[in-house]
C-alpha cells in the first residue's frame, strides 16, 4: 500500500480484509511486525486522538514514531509559493516536508482546510501539494475534504455493533457549532456510510446542503453497494427507523470563509442540539456516532453522550486498531 488517503480507493471487500486484519492485531498482538520502521507524523493541525493513537499504533508493532508541529521549536514554517521569505517564517515546506519524510518509512500528514476557497478544499489543493513533496508512503491524517482514518475505524465500529451493512438506516446530520467547520468528516462519514451500503439520509437545515460533488461521490459509492443516499431537512421523517445518527457542523456553502455571515445565518438554529426527543421515531437501539472532539450542551446533551446509545470512546479506540492494520500492510511486507 503506497497510501492510505481515501476509502474510495479500496474496494469495500478490501477494506472488511483491513478491518479483519484490525480485529486480529488486537485479537492476536504482533509486537515485532514493525520493529525497526519508523512512522514520521506531520501535524499542521491539531489533534488528540490521531496524534496518540498512532503514536500506540506504532508502539504495539514495535515500529517508533516523531512528531512535528508548527507549535513545536521548530523554525516558522511558510507554505505560500513564489514568497520572498524576509517574514518570521525561516523554513519553506519545499524543504522541511521532504526533510521530516526522509527519516521515516512513511509519513502521516493532517492539514485541515484553510476555509477560504471552496473550489481549493473540495481539490483537497494544500494536501495534494504536500504529499507531492514526500516519495514515501503516505497516510491522510485528515485532510481539507477527507478524514479515511476516522471513517474506517467508524465502519469497523459499526461493524463490532452488528449495525447491519447493507440495508441499515444511517442518518448524517448537522448540528449546531460555533465555527464553521470543515468538510472533511462529513464528506469522509457520507462515502463510507455509502460505500458500506447503508440507507444514508443526510439531514440538515436549509443552507446547509452539502455541495454536488460530495454528494455525487456518495451515490456512486452506493450505487456499487446497493446503499442509497437522500438529503433532508424534516428532522422526524430522517430519524424514522434510524439505527445510527453520525453528528457533525459544517459551514453553509452560502457563505464559504465568511465566519461573520456564517454566524448570523446560524443564529436560530441553535436547537440543532442532539437531545433524547430526537430518537422519538428512531429504532429504539439507535446509536449516537461522534469523532469527537464533542461540545457538550451545544451539539449533543449530556444524557445522550454519557448514556447507552453513544460510542463514541468505542469510535475512538478504533482509530488505533484500523491504524494499525494499514501501518501493518503499508509497512510489515507482507
Ligand atoms: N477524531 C479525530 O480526528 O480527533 P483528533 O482531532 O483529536 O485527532
Not at 500506540?56 to 513564489?82: D, K, Q, W, Y
Not at 441553535?270 to 469527537?292: G, I
Request: aromatic content about 6%; proline content about 4%.
Amino acid at each position: 500500500m503506497d497510501c492510505f488517503n481515501d476509502l474510495a480507493d479500496f474496494s469495500a471487500a478490501e477494506i472488511r480484509e483491513l478491518i479483519t486484519l484490525a480485529r486480529r492485531l488486537d485479537d492476536k498482538p504482533e509486537p515485532r511486525a514493525l520493529e525497526g520502521k519508523v512512522l514520521s507524523l506531520l501535524f499542521l493541525s491539531p489533534s488528540l486522538r490521531t496524534l496518540a493513537s498512532f503514536q500506540s499504533a506504532m508502539i504495539r508493532l514495535g515500529g517508533g514514531t516523531f512528531v512535528i508541529a508548527p507549535n513545536m521549536s521548530i523554525h516558522g514554517l511558510e507554505s505560500r509559493s513564489g514568497i520572498v521569505m524576509d517574514g518570521v517564517a525561516a523554513e519553506h515546506i519545499h524543504e522541511a516536508v521532504p526533510v521530516i519524510a526522509s527519516y521515516g518509512d512513511a509519513i502521516g500528514i493532517r492539514a485541515f482546510a484553510k476555509r477560504e476557497n471552496l473550489d481549493d478544499d473540495l481539490a483537497d489543493r494544500e494536501f495534494r501539494e504536500l504529499t507531492a513533496l514526500v516519495d514515501t508512503p503516505y497516510i491522510n491524517m485528515e485532510s481539507a475534504i477527507n478524514h479515511p482514518c476516522q471513517s474506517l475505524a467508524d465502519w469497523k465500529t459499526m461493524g463490532d455493533l452488528g449495525i447491519p451493512a447493507n440495508g441499515g438506516k444511517f442518518v448524517l446530520s448537522w448540528s449546531w457549532h460555533p465555527q464553521p467547520l470543515p468538510l472533511a468528516v462529513p464528506a469522509a462519514t457520507l462515502h463510507m456510510a455509502a460505500l458500506r451500503g447503508m440507507d444514508v439520509t443526510v439531514l440538515r437545515p436549509e443552507g446547509f446542503a452539502l455541495p454536488d460533488t460530495i454528494m455525487e461521490k456518495a451515490r456512486q459509492a452506493a450505487a456499487t453497494s446497493g446503499g442509497t443516499v437522500t438529503e433532508t431537512d424534516d428532522r422526524a421523517a430522517a430519524m424514522q427507523d434510524s439505527q445510527v445518527i453520525y453528528v457533525n457542523s459544517w459551514s453553509s456553502m452560502q457563505q464559504y470563509g465568511n465566519k461573520h455571515a456564517q454566524d448570523k445565518f446560524k443564529l436560530e438554529l441553535r436547537d440543532w442540539c442532539v437531545d433524547e426527543s430526537w430518537f422519538d421515531k428512531a429504532a429504539s437501539d439507535c446509536r449516537f456516532m461522534h469523532c469527537l472532539p464533542v461540545r457538550r450542551g451545544v451539539t449533543v446533551t449530556d444524557r445522550i453522550l454519557d448514556g447507552s446509545r453513544s460510542v463514541v470512546i468505542a469510535e475512538a479506540r478504533n482509530r488505533m486498531l484500523v491504524q494499525m492494520a494499514v501501518l501493518h500492510r503499508m509497512l510489515s511486507g507482507s
